[in-house]
């Protein structure tokens, strides 16, 4: 008898046991399902659940409109001719153009221009292939309404195409540009009046022996004379595609010869001239790109003498 009135209370005690471990495990799925059901839990800013509403056609449908490449902000600082600044503080270098340097003749212009089209304007930007220089710059074309301002700055004749890598969206509209800029002789184009017709390119050499950065006094460009005057090219400028300048020092073309300039060091002469590119620095000393550049040759007014693309 005291055997089965124990082997019962055993009974008792794991019915108690089993029945609060059914009762646990209902309480917990419960609270499981409770925090997963999205009707009842709170919003999360940071993770907003879906909207589940169907699509209301007065609201435009977000999904058309690309979230990095096509965001609208305003400018609120034009650093020069082709770089601004947005209201999210971000800084854009226009793709496909090149504006002057400071100091060059059309800089002043383009900065000024570039304030009255854009500056405190809401803009809209596109990107291409590359979206960042090697200086973090966010490489942009950008947009006021439907006209591209990349495109409209060198159809005034206040940039030039620069082509940097596979940016290339907007070439053949940005090559149709640049072709009416320079029939129009936009301030970029305007033409020089002094030994223009004298001044030519009998040789170009781009691609050195070799390594170009390491052997840049085999890069060079054979200027002419092909006047019976002297051509004084005193402070002229020489320009690539690129922000590469070299101004001219003290300098006679004589009637009906040649002259040197070579991208490397070395000491100037009556018929060669050095370019001395980035002087002791280790960055390459190499202007003209191998693979396609355009030289711009200026007189001391920045007006141009020759344009020579390859
Ligand atoms: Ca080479
Ligand atoms: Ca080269
Ligand atoms: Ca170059």
């Known amino acids: 008898m005291k055997e089965d009135s124990s082997f019962e209370k055993n009974k008792i005690f794991f019915a108690i046991i089993i029945g609060a471990i059914i009762i646990g495990l209902f309480i917990f799925t419960s609270i499981i399902i409770i925090n997963n059901n999205p009707d009842s839990s709170p919003p999360d800013p940071l993770n907003p659940s879906p909207n589940l509403e169907p699509n209301n056609p007065d609201q435009p449908d977000e999904s058309q409109y690309e979230p990095i490449s096509n965001p609208t902000y305003t400018v609120t600082k034009i650093v020069d001719g082709d770089t601004i600044t947005l209201s999210n503080n971000e800084k854009i270098r226009f793709i496909g153009i090149n504006t002057e340097e400071k100091g060059q003749k ?4 383009a900065t000024d221009r570039l304030a009255e089209l854009i500056l405190n304007k809401k803009v809209r930007l596109e990107t ?3 979206k960042v220089d090697k200086y973090g710059r966010s490489l942009r074309f950008v947009f006021l309404e439907n006209e591209n301002i990349n495109t409209l700055l060198v159809k005034e004749g206040l940039a030039t195409i620069y082509t940097v890598g596979s940016n290339k969206k907007y070439l053949s509209e940005l090559e149709k540009a640049q072709r009416e800029a320079r029939e129009g002789q936009g301030c970029i184009w305007q033409k020089s009046s002094s030994c223009k017709d004298c001044i030519g390119i009998a040789y170009l050499n781009s691609n050195a022996e070799g390594n170009d950065c390491t052997n840049p006094n085999d890069e060079y460009i054979k200027f002419s004379n092909s006047c019976n005057v002297e ?6 400028t020489i320009k690539d595609e690129a922000t590469h300048i070299y101004t001219f020092p003290e300098f006679i073309l ?3 010869s040649l002259m040197t300039l070579k991208s490397g060091k070395g000491t100037d ?3 060669v001239l050095f370019w001395d590119n980035h002087g002791n620095s280790a960055q390459c000393p190499a202007i003209w790109n191998n693979d396609g550049d355009t ?3 200026r007189d001391k007014q920045g007006s141009l003498v020759l344009e020579y693309g390859y």
């Open 231 to 236: 051509c004084d090219i005193t402070s002229w």
């Open 106 to 109: 059309c800089y002043q212009e």
């Open 128 to 130: 291409d292939i590359d």
């Open 254 to 256: 004589q009637s009906n």
């Open 269 to 271: 002469t009556t018929e």
């Open 295 to 297: 030289i711009y040759l």
